[in-house]
C-alpha cells in the first residue's frame, strides 16, 4: 500500500506543472490567442528560476523570477500577434525554438550546480496520517496553491462581470469592441498573465519536481499541456483532473519499473504521449461537442476598424 501512496504523491507532483502551465494556457484561448510556445517558455523560466534560488536560496524568488521571465516572453509574443498581426502559431512555434536555444546557452554553467538543501513539506497533522498522508499532505505549497488558483479561476471566468468580459473577448472580439472594451489590451494581459503561469510551471519544474538543470528538462510537458486545453474543453475544473491524469500516467512508467514488470523501458516513457494522442483521437470523434466549447475567434486575429 504504501507504493500506492507513493505514485499518488508523484502524481500530484508532476501533475502540478501540466496544470499550472494548461492553466496559462486556458487563459490565453479564453482570450482567442493559442501561444505553442509554452515549451520554450517554461524552458527558459525553469533556467531563470534554477539560477535564482542557487544564488539567493529562496524557492519563493526562483518561483518569482519564473514567472517574470514566462510574462516577459509572452509579453513578445503579445506585442507580436496582437499588435503587428503576425501568425499566432508561427510565432508561437518561433518562441518555442528560440526558448529552447536560449535556455540551453543560459543554463551551460548550471549543469552541475546544485541548490541548497531544503527542509521537509507537510501539512501540520494531516502528514502524520498512515498512507494518506505520505499521498496527499506532503507537498509544497504551490501544489494545494494550484488547486485554489483552478477553484478561483473557475468562480472568475464564470461568476464575476471580468470574467464574462474576457470570454466575450474570446467569443466576438468584434461585439466587445463595438462595446467600447479594450481587446488588445484585454488579450494582452490574458497572455501575460498566461505566460506568468507556464513560467511559474517550469520554475516549479526546476526547483522543486527534479530539482536540478538539464537541456531540454521540460521534455514535451509544454506541448501536452497544449493538448490538455482540448482535452478539458476549455474548463479549469476539467484541466486540473486531466493534468493529474497524465501526471499518473507519466509516474506510472517508474512505479511498473518499481514493482518488476518487464516492458523496455523505451514503451515506458512513449506512455504520456500514447495517451495524449489517444484522448485527442477520442475527442475528435465529436467535433460538435468541441466546437460547442470551444471559444468562436480562437486563433483568429482581430483587427479594430
Given amino acids: 500500500m504504501e507504493s500506492y501512496a507513493l505514485l499518488i504523491a ?7 506543472v501540466l496544470a499550472l502551465a494548461s492553466l496559462g494556457l486556458l487563459v490565453n484561448e479564453k482570450v482567442g490567442i493559442v501561444n505553442l510556445g509554452a515549451e520554450g517558455m517554461m524552458l527558459c523560466a525553469a533556467i531563470a528560476g534554477f539560477a535564482t534560488v542557487v544564488h539567493s536560496g529562496s524557492d519563493w524568488l526562483g518561483f518569482a523570477a519564473g514567472a517574470a521571465v514566462g510574462a516577459a516572453l509572452a509579453g513578445v509574443f503579445g506585442v507580436l500577434v496582437i499588435w ?10 518561433a518562441l518555442s525554438l528560440f526558448g529552447g536555444g536560449l535556455s540551453a546557452f543560459v543554463g551551460t554553467a548550471y549543469v552541475q550546480a546544485r541548490i541548497p538543501e531544503r527542509v521537509g513539506f ?53 461585439s466587445a469592441h463595438a462595446l467600447g472594451y479594450p481587446v488588445r489590451r484585454i488579450r494582452l494581459l490574458a497572455v501575460l498573465v498566461g505566460g506568468a503561469l507556464c513560467g511559474l510551471a517550469g520554475a516549479y519544474l526546476s526547483v522543486i519536481y527534479t530539482p536540478l538543470w538539464a537541456e531540454g528538462m521540460v521534455s514535451g510537458k509544454g506541448w501536452i499541456a ?42 515506458l516513457s512513449m506512455l504520456p504521449y500514447l495517451a495524449t494522442i489517444f484522448v485527442l483521437a477520442l475527442i475528435s470523434r465529436n467535433p460538435q461537442w468541441i466546437r460547442i466549447n470551444m471559444p468562436a475567434s480562437i486563433g483568429k486575429a482581430f483587427h479594430p476598424g
Avoid at 503587428?84 to 512555434?93: D, E, M, P, R, S
Avoid at 491524469?245 to 523505451?266: A, N, W, Y
Fill in 122 to 174: 507537510g501539512v501540520p497533522w494531516l502528514q502524520d496520517i498512515p498512507l494518506l498522508g505520505s499521498a496527499l499532505f506532503r507537498h509544497h505549497p504551490l501544489v494545494y496553491l494550484t488547486v485554489a488558483f483552478a477553484i478561483a479561476l473557475v468562480w472568475f471566468l464564470y461568476r464575476t462581470r471580468s470574467g464574462l468580459v474576457l470570454r466575450s473577448v474570446g467569443e466576438s472580439p468584434e
Fill in 10 to 16: 508523484a502524481t500530484l507532483n508532476a501533475g502540478t
Fill in 226 to 267: 497544449l493538448a490538455l486545453t482540448t482535452f478539458a474543453t476549455w474548463r479549469p475544473a476539467r484541466v486540473l483532473m486531466g493534468a493529474y491524469l497524465f501526471g499518473g500516467v507519466t509516474m506510472l512508467q517508474f512505479h511498473l519499473q518499481g514493482i518488476g514488470v518487464e516492458l523496455p523501458s523505451q514503451f
Fill in 84 to 93: 503587428l498581426n503576425t501568425n499566432q502559431y508561427a510565432t508561437g512555434l
